[in-house]
């Protein structure tokens, strides 16, 4: 069974830094792709930034400049340093990964369960 676990999230003051991680576990022959995706209540899930095994990455506009996704392919994992946060910023982020599990013939989407990030003064 395929698991993904955050870890990182916080409270921290706007301008201030975080840094989320995820790795991936479990029967996992390939990922293709891990990346962040967030939502702020009362607003829908949305990327924030993704990272392929080929190590091409896409970021959200609002996030460009102040947020890197990086990967360690040999761990399974996935980290998005965040610096000069805004309040805006606040948000549960959840983890992704699309991934091949040994027992499938296809990839899949896969979920963490989220990481609460809170920024305010």
């Known amino acids: 069974q395929v698991q993904l676990v955050e870890s990182g999230g916080g409270l921290v003051q706007p301008g201030g830094s975080l840094r989320l991680s995820c790795t991936a576990s479990g029967s996992i022959f390939s990922i293709h792709a891990m990346g962040w995706y967030r939502q702020a209540p009362g607003k829908e899930r949305e990327l924030v930034a993704t990272t392929t095994s080929g190590g091409s990455t896409n970021y959200a506009d609002s996030v460009k400049g102040r947020f890197t996704i990086s990967r360690d392919n040999a761990k399974n994992a996935a980290y998005l340093q965040m610096n000069s946060l805004k309040p805006e910023d606040t948000a549960v982020y959840y983890c992704?990964?699309?991934?091949?599990?040994?027992?499938?013939?296809?990839?899949?989407?896969?979920w963490g369960r989220g990481a609460q990030v809170t920024v305010s003064s």
């Open positions: 992704n990964a699309v991934l091949k599990p040994y027992s499938e013939s296809t990839y899949y989407d896969y």
